[in-house]
């Protein structure tokens, strides 16, 4: 590209950027606005989805300003996701994942018309990871127009891509503890109510494409194995962040000393704000931030992968 084109180009995926991560933010709000969370008698209101026995329909909340932006912004993303593809159509280096973004696009406009609401697992799980996906996409292609690094780590870009699955099961894991309202299985309580160990979760593999189970009251039926989910969550949560502070620590050996400290800051306030939304029984404002700071990091992640490339030793491998 010319400099006038790259500029244009950088211009607009950061528009699609910045649009997709307050797409994803407002999203999640409204996921947990209609999961309970705010209402006046909370916490007993957590994963009342459903209309009780003896009303004809589930309480709304009001959500008419958020639902408006909702679509707003995915409308207006839509086009921007159009033109970003259209302008890798000539990028070798860039089709897929522009391809895959509008993919994403497309499948979540079309989840959108038949979703059916919090109650199934599948649905809430595709719109989670479609809005991690077009942020991520649209993340890449914005760094690929950046200036490329003299010199290249293979042995640190394997460790990074390690790190990116690593945080993308993790992202997943949390992902389902939304989906089936497990965030409270476990109580505030570390060794999850004295069992280190809880049953596996085997409901959230034989319900996921299913409908979850709601009691009298319209809210979901808590089981031991959601306890399982929690604690799952819990223990991949640990080893990330000593996974993440390896690769701080890699980095940082190679030069990248930013991106370190970005990396380990965001590692340690994700995990300090996951801890703090379960003491303090999943506020609002609390459940949100942990999930934004989440984004970050995946982002951050990213940018190790794609900037996997010895500065200070050119071809070193790791230490």
């Not at 979703?115 to 991690?132: D, I, R």
């Not at 099961?169 to 109510?193: E, K, R």
Request: net charge positive; proline share 3%; with cysteine.
């Amino acid at each position: 590209m010319l400099s006038g084109s790259r500029r244009w180009y950088r211009a607009l995926v950061t528009t699609g950027l910045l649009m997709a991560m307050a797409l994803a933010l407002v999203s999640a709000h409204l996921r947990l606005v209609n999961s309970g969370l705010g209402c006046a008698e909370w916490p007993q209101c957590y994963g009342r989805i459903g209309a009780p026995a003896s009303s004809a329909a589930p309480v709304e909340n009001d959500t008419g300003a958020a639902r408006l932006a909702h679509r707003v912004l995915a409308s207006a993303l839509g086009i921007v996701v159009l033109l970003v593809v259209a302008a890798n159509l000539r990028r070798h280096g860039t089709r897929i994942a522009a391809g895959l973004l509008l993919l994403v696009t497309l499948g979540l406009a079309a989840l959108g018309k038949h979703s059916a609401g919090l109650e199934q697992p599948a649905v809430v799980m595709a719109n989670y990871s479609g809005g991690m996906i077009l942020v991520a996409s649209l993340w890449w292609l914005r760094n690929s127009v950046a200036a490329p690094r003299s010199g290249y780590s293979p042995s640190l870009r394997r460790w990074s891509l390690f790190c990116l699955a690593a945080l993308s099961v993790q992202l997943l894991s949390g992902g389902l503890v939304s989906a089936y309202f497990a965030g409270l299985a476990c109580g505030p309580s570390i060794d999850c109510n004295g069992h280190w160990l809880p049953d596996l979760p085997w409901d959230v593999i034989s319900t996921f494409f299913g409908h979850l189970a709601l009691d009298d009251t319209g809210t979901v039926a808590m089981g031991r194995s959601l306890s399982g989910l929690h604690m799952a969550h819990r223990i991949g949560g640990v080893a990330l962040v000593a996974i993440l502070a390896w690769l701080a620590w890699s980095l940082h050996q190679s030069g990248r000393s930013r991106l370190a400290c970005t990396i380990l800051a965001l590692t340690s306030a994700a995990a300090l704000a996951g801890v703090l939304a379960v003491r303090m029984q999943l506020p609002h404002g609390m459940v949100l931030s942990h999930y934004t700071l989440a984004l970050a990091l995946l982002l951050a992640t990213l940018t190790a992968v794609a900037t996997g490339r010895a500065s200070r030793h050119d071809g070193a491998d790791m230490r």
